[in-house]
């Protein structure tokens, strides 16, 4: 079964607005990683979180992680139509040489 | 530097027929990971491989396989195909393992008729 949970599976909103997607996992880890997928093409990597932080930042992307929950956040501040994508977070499982994916949100962009 | 290759793009088979993709990873990555992705079952992992070596192998049929070859290239081989078998398979890479940014592949597009 999938570690990841993501919630919510589908998300459809407005240009300019924030994007919250949420990611929950069963068991310890040692990084968190985000990726967006266009339409059945491949992963593209946005952020990397490690055990040991707590929130990171990369542009208009911020990512929280509290291992205490075993969840995780995704934000993307000001939306825009290009944002449109599958998100997945995805765990390594403590040296488990493998990611473990979530089924992923489906975010939609309106201009 | 050039981004992780796969090869062939898309493919069609019919049942019972075998199959084998290939991936290029990025020029000194030594990590090669393949995952399967379907509708139903989403991204799951097949196998690992380092320098040559499997590290982890998903909880598959042993119809799939796979190899790495000295320059970190690697082969997934899929027997005796099923129609479940349809899927888009993604391979990335990475220097030394998961533990690191995974750069995918376009994945190849399998239709199994």
């Known amino acids: 079964s999938q570690q990841g949970e993501e919630d919510p599976q589908a998300l459809s909103i407005q240009e300019g607005e924030n994007a919250t997607m949420n990611c929950s996992y069963k068991?310890?880890?040692?990084?968190l990683q985000w990726y967006r997928q266009n339409s059945g093409r491949g992963l593209v990597h946005l952020i990397l979180?490690?055990?040991?932080?707590r929130e990171k930042h990369s542009g208009r992307l911020r990512v929280t992680l509290d291992t205490s929950k075993k969840s995780s956040s995704l934000l993307i501040t000001a939306s825009r139509a290009a944002d449109t994508a599958s998100y997945f977070c995805a765990t390594d499982g403590m040296g488990a040489q493998k990611l473990v994916f979530g089924q992923g949100t489906r975010l939609t962009i309106n201009p | 530097k050039a981004g992780v290759t796969q090869t062939p793009r898309y493919l069609i088979k019919t049942r019972g027929q075998q199959v084998t993709l290939s991936c290029s990873p990025i020029s000194g990555h030594r990590s090669v990971s393949w995952y399967q992705q379907t509708p139903g079952q989403g991204l799951q992992f097949l196998f690992e491989?380092?320098?040559?070596?499997?590290?982890n192998k998903g909880n598959f049929p042993g119809r799939f396989s796979g190899r790495q070859f000295s320059n970190s290239r690697s082969e997934m081989n899929v027997s005796t195909l099923e129609l479940g078998d349809s899927a888009l398979y993604l391979c990335a890479s990475s220097l030394a393992g998961v533990q690191e940014t995974q750069y995918f592949g376009p994945g190849t597009r399998l239709l199994v008729l």
């Open positions: 491989y380092f320098s040559e070596t499997q590290r």
């Open positions: 068991t310890s880890i040692n990084n």
């Open positions: 979180i490690r055990s040991n932080e």
